[in-house]
Structures are given as structure tokens and as C-alpha cells.
């Protein structure tokens, strides 16, 4: 028998309150408890990043950490990224770069490459592979995630740049 915890915190910019089994991953909450499923589960382990959310901004790996944990805190998600300016921008360039083949490591890729954007505007490849390098995909090759990301750092070059809020 497992204890239950009650947690607050704002998820894409709605405050929510829950009570959750004191084991279960952020990753569960989010697809089992809230139905956001755009979060992936990939290895569980910390290895991949499919699982990769922004916690009060910082990219972390939901597999790892406890729902618990999110109390008081602020969470986005690919579903909160992905109508953002920043994350319009990078769904545009993936489209266009062809850089999505399975897309199981998208939505995760997206909101780490929103973070890489946030805090190095106008990144060059050096920095875009390191800001990625925890993201695993099997299928790309990566290049042309790179050259996508490389492209959504540019604001205006595709209609990312119409006003949406940003994550
Ligand atoms: S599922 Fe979380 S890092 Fe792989
Ligand atoms: S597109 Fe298939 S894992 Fe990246």
C-alpha cells in the first residue's frame, strides 16, 4: 500500500491540484493522470529524453522525478511549447526540414531545441548540438534537426513569428 500526497503546481499555464500515489513518475501523471500525452515514455531510465518537459524553465526528465516533486512548481509541456512562438516556429521547421520520421523523440527534441533557443538566440550548430545531446533519435541522423532548430532560431523566416505566447 502506497501513500498519497496532494500537489499543486501550474501546468502550461493552469494552476492545478491533484493527488497522486507518493511513487508515481511526473511522466505518469502527466499521460496517466492528465491525459497529456504528448510526453513520451522512452527508456525510463534518464537515457533517451523523450520524456523531457521544462520545470520553472529548465529542462528535466519526467521518467525521473516524482509527481510530488512538482508542488509549488511550474511545468510546461510539448502541449504548452508547442503553441508558444518559439514552439510554433520549431513545428514549422521540422516540417520543413523534413526533420520528423517516426516523431517519437519530436515532441521531446521540441522542448529541449525551445530552451537551446530561449537561452542562446541565433545558436550556431556547436551549440545546438550540445544543447540536444541528451535527446535520442534513431531514425535522422540529426542533421536535419539541427538545420530545423538552426532555422527556428531565426525568428521571421517562417510564420512562427505571428504573436503567439511564449512558453
Ligand atoms: S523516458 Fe525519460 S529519459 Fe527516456
Ligand atoms: S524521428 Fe524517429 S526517433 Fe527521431
Redesign the pocket.
Known amino acids: 500500500m502506497s501513500a498519497s500526497c496532494e500537489v499543486a503546481f501550474t501546468l502550461n499555464g493552469v494552476k492545478r491540484e491533484l493527488t497522486v500515489p507518493a511513487g508515481m513518475s511526473t511522466l505518469e501523471m502527466l499521460r496517466e493522470r492528465l491525459g497529456l500525452t504528448g510526453t513520451k515514455y522512452g527508456c525510463g531510465e534518464g537515457e533517451c529524453g523523450a520524456c523531457t518537459i521544462l520545470l520553472d524553465g529548465v529542462t528535466v526528465n519526467a521518467c525521473l522525478m516524482f509527481a510530488v516533486d512538482c508542488d509549488g512548481r511550474e511545468l510546461m509541456t510539448i502541449e504548452g511549447v508547442s503553441v508558444s512562438e518559439t514552439g510554433e516556429r520549431l513545428r514549422d521547421a521540422f516540417v520543413e526540414q523534413g526533420?520528423?520520421?517516426?516523431?517519437?523523440?519530436?515532441p521531446g527534441?521540441m522542448v529541449q531545441a525551445s530552451h537551446v533557443i530561449a537561452h542562446h538566440p541565433g545558436a550556431d550548430e556547436a551549440t545546438i548540438r550540445r544543447g540536444i545531446e541528451g535527446n535520442?533519435?534513431?531514425?535522422?541522423g540529426y542533421r536535419k534537426?539541427i538545420d530545423a532548430i538552426a532555422a527556428a532560431t531565426k525568428p521571421g523566416t517562417n510564420r512562427g513569428a505571428q504573436g503567439a505566447s511564449h512558453a
Not at 520528423?100 to 519530436?106: L, N, S
Not at 535520442?136 to 535522422?140: I, N, P, Q, V
Open positions: 526533420a520528423v520520421q517516426c516523431g517519437f523523440c519530436t527534441l535520442l533519435c534513431r531514425c535522422t534537426i
